[in-house]
């Protein structure tokens, strides 16, 4: 049985944090327009977004090494890390306006101030974490960062990790206060549900099985309901596609130009997760240390307090490992099935350049139990096997496109956004920093997909996110002020800055 059912303006399709940011902005910023969401599980945020699924960090580049890249020459590039600093900045404004409004309630189901760190080992790195720390911490984002390699002071810090660590060997690590950790699960969720009180319809147990252009203006989604078995048909003006892995062979469906000579690349994850109380209550903060030769970004090895669902966990990893899978709850053939004629040189290539990287998931699909323990050892030496479980992370799909600097088959390690060329039709890769700009870059399609509407919409999004258009870096003045107001209404008291 077939339906065709009403128009309405806008589809989002996934339930994750964009869809779930994007729809929101929507609705704040024009009321009046219909919403739906279609996702194919029971409920939202069981993938990407899923608290387990992800690192939780407020990912800010206050301790993320990778952010601040190391050129030949030593010097050191700090512009990724302000850039991403600032993207940061953009989403706790949202979430603080939604918060005081009364339109999100208790925001410390979903976000809390934990310490950032990075640690560092041997006397090269100590000297870079040291370099990195002066690059940044004129700069009023970093403010507040402290260096140390004086093991006194580091059991102070990270007292769980200095436990049975030698005292000779030349170890470093920054602190600064103000970072954070998030439960975009809870998040996701919380932004859904005011969604719905607003007007949205969602639809869960609901694939979207084919995007069909109608004619110039408009789209046809074509929808089975996994309930009763019933395909439908949903038109929109606009859509976009969310829906983490999946997102790629969505966009293939849709035949727009600006689909083509793209791929992805499946990188699965595991965590190592102590649920013992009293290691757990050892650790305060988010350590992050150097990834290992031929390892994505999203590898960085870490040492995470979280809080999830009001449990207080520390977790270890990410492991990579390789499935062919797009999604956790994908499909064996994803892979292959997103490879087509228009993108298989582009594979190729990448698969030709990418020969490290092969090599470094080769080696992590191997990893024993023990061997992971044993790379958790280099930050808790004294951790015990019986007090850890391995956890099975998110799925996520890297970008493969060729690029103008890098040619054919480039691998891209962050957040990727494709619009087509009228607008109509906006999609989501990539994963990092992701959840934690995903107001900055929900803002930028909607700039994209809307040139006029964004006109009108701009003094309410600069009353919602006052730095809008600004370099919180250059305005300190400024900075000092969203800060204290965000940290007040987020109930962040920790992360206050002082600054001079």
Request: aromatic content about 8%.
């Amino acid at each position: 049985m077939n339906n065709v059912k009403t128009n309405t303006d806008v589809i989002l399709i996934g339930s994750g944090i964009m869809s779930a940011t994007l729809g929101t902005l929507i609705k704040e910023l024009n009321p009046d327009w219909g919403i739906k969401v279609f996702e194919k599980l029971g409920a939202p945020a069981l993938e990407s977004s899923d608290a387990m699924n992800n690192a939780g960090t407020g990912h800010s580049a206050l301790c993320e090494l990778n952010y601040t890249p190391e050129s030949k020459d030593g010097s050191l590039d700090i512009h990724k890390a302000v850039k991403v600093n600032e993207q940061f900045q953009l989403s706790k404004q949202f979430w603080a306006s939604l918060v005081r409004d009364g339109k999100l309630d208790k925001p410390g189901d979903f976000i809390k101030a934990v310490p950032h760190l990075s640690f560092v080992e041997g006397e090269k790195n100590v000297n870079f974490l040291k370099r990195r720390m002066e690059a940044l911490v004129n700069n009023p984002l970093f403010e507040g960062m402290e260096f140390s390699s004086n093991h006194e002071k580091l059991r102070e810090w990270m007292p769980l990790m200095m436990e049975g660590r030698g005292e000779n060997l030349p170890i470093a690590a920054t602190k600064i206060k103000y970072g954070t950790d998030i439960n975009f699960g809870s998040l996701t969720r919380k932004l859904f549900n005011l969604l719905e009180r607003s007007g949205a319809s969602l639809n869960y147990n609901h694939e979207v099985l084919d995007i069909k252009k109608l004619g110039s203006e408009k789209w046809q989604v074509k929808v089975k309901n996994s309930t009763t078995g019933h395909v439908e048909y949903h038109i929109s003006r606009f859509v976009f596609i969310g829906a983490g892995g999946a997102t790629l062979p969505l966009l293939q469906k849709t035949k727009i130009k600006e689909s083509k000579h793209v791929g992805g690349f499946p990188v699965s994850g595991l965590f190592l997760v102590c649920n013992n109380p009293e290691i757990v209550e050892k650790h305060e903060g988010k350590v992050y240390g150097k990834a290992k030769v031929g390892a994505p970004p999203m590898s960085v090895p870490h040492l995470d307090t979280r809080y999830i669902d009001g449990k207080k966990s520390l977790l270890f990893g990410p492991f990579a490992g390789f499935s062919p899978k797009f999604l956790k709850t994908g499909s064996y053939f994803d892979l292959i099935g997103s490879v087509k004629p228009y993108n298989v040189t582009t594979m190729l290539a990448a698969g030709a350049k990418e020969m490290g990287l092969t090599k470094y998931l080769v080696q992590q699909v191997l990893l024993s139990e023990e061997a992971r323990m044993n790379e958790l050892r280099e930050f808790v030496p004294n951790a015990v096997s019986n007090d850890w479980e391995t956890v099975v992370a998110g799925q996520r799909v890297q970008v493969i496109k060729d690029t103008e600097s890098n040619g054919k088959g480039t691998l891209q390690f962050g957040t990727e956004v494709i619009t087509s060329e009228d607008g109509s039709i906006a999609a989501l890769l990539g994963a990092s920093p992701g959840a934690s700009v995903s107001v900055e870059v929900m803002i930028d399609i909607l700039k994209r997909c809307f040139p006029e509407e964004y006109k009108e919409w701009l003094p309410k999004l600069k009353d919602m996110i006052p730095s809008l258009g600004l370099m919180l870096s250059e305005e300190p003045e400024l900075y000092k002020k969203v800060q204290e107001d965000t940290d007040e209404v987020l109930d962040l008291k920790e992360s206050k800055v002082i600054l001079s």
